[in-house]
T-cell receptor, first 115, second 115 residues
Framework: DTAVSQTPKYLVTQMGNDKSIKCEQN?????MYWYKQDSKKFLKIMFS???????INETVPNRFSPKSPDKAHLNLHINSLELGDSAVYFC??????????????FGEGSRLTVL | AQTVTQSQPEMSVQEAETVTLSCTYD???????LFWYKQPPSRQMILVIR??????QNATENRFSVNFQKAAKSFSLKISDSQLGDTAMYFC????????????FGKGTKLTVNP
């Protein structure tokens, strides 16, 4: 039973298209995150949500719009895709926003390739 | 702001030998957690070990142990009896407490275990 699941795992699309990546966690966690891993494997936070409320927005272009319909789901929509958006996008969750162990539980990642 | 530095982009070790991966960090927070995550070729991010900054005792998990030097802001990972399955990218990360909770990663060390 997958704890943090992302769909799709792989996505290949043309420049200029709009695409979405979905994430669901069944751990009962309050906080969810999107991280981007670039071609050099560097992981950088993009967004975090706590109980559907946006907490962190790390200078991400506004073509990226996260949406959290409930605390178990955090989706990422990307408009007008650019070549530089090609990366692996990781969804993660953690039990509490302030306090706790600080550990994040990651999904398997979604590899986005923009042609 | 938190920063994490991993000075060894790549390392290799013979099977059954011991290897140490280096990590230094910087933070103004007094309380924080430090982590080592492993990312095998499957892409999944797997927690290897966690250390609470207020604990002086070094964390251990089976073959994995850390050398935590708080004054020096150093957090190295020792892998004993290396196995082929240890081949992966290893990321050091910090998560401060008391503020916006997010994991900040180093750039990773690619470890190859040779037979």
């Amino acid at each position: 039973d997958t704890a943090v699941s992302q769909t799709p795992k792989y996505l290949v699309t043309q420049m200029g298209n709009d695409k979405s990546i979905k994430c669901e966690q069944n751990l009962g966690h309050d906080t969810m995150y999107w991280y981007k891993q670039d071609s050099k494997k560097f992981l950088k936070i993009m967004f975090s949500y706590n109980n559907k409320e946006l907490i962190i927005n790390e200078t991400v272009p506004n073509r990226f719009s996260p949406k959290s319909p409930d605390k178990a789901h955090l989706n990422l929509h990307i408009n007008s895709l650019e070549l530089g958006d090609s990366a692996v996008y990781f969804c993660a969750s953690s039990p509490t926003h302030f306090g706790g162990t600080g550990e994040l539980f990651f999904g398997e990642g979604s590899r986005l390739t923009v042609l | 702001a938190q920063t994490v530095t991993q000075s060894q982009p790549e390392m290799s070790v013979q099977e059954a030998e011991t290897v140490t991966l280096s990590c230094t960090y910087d933070t103004s927070e007094s309380n924080y957690y430090l982590f080592w995550y492993k990312q095998p070729p499957s892409r999944q991010m797997i927690l290897v070990i966690r250390q609470e900054a207020y604990k002086q005792q070094n964390a251990t998990e089976n073959r994995f142990s850390v050398n935590f030097q708080k004054a020096a802001k150093s957090f190295s990972l020792k892998i004993s009896d290396s196995q082929l399955g240890d081949t992966a990218m290893y990321f050091c990360a910090i998560n401060p407490q008391g503020g916006s909770e997010k994991l900040v990663f180093g750039k990773g060390t690619k470890l190859t275990v040779n037979p």
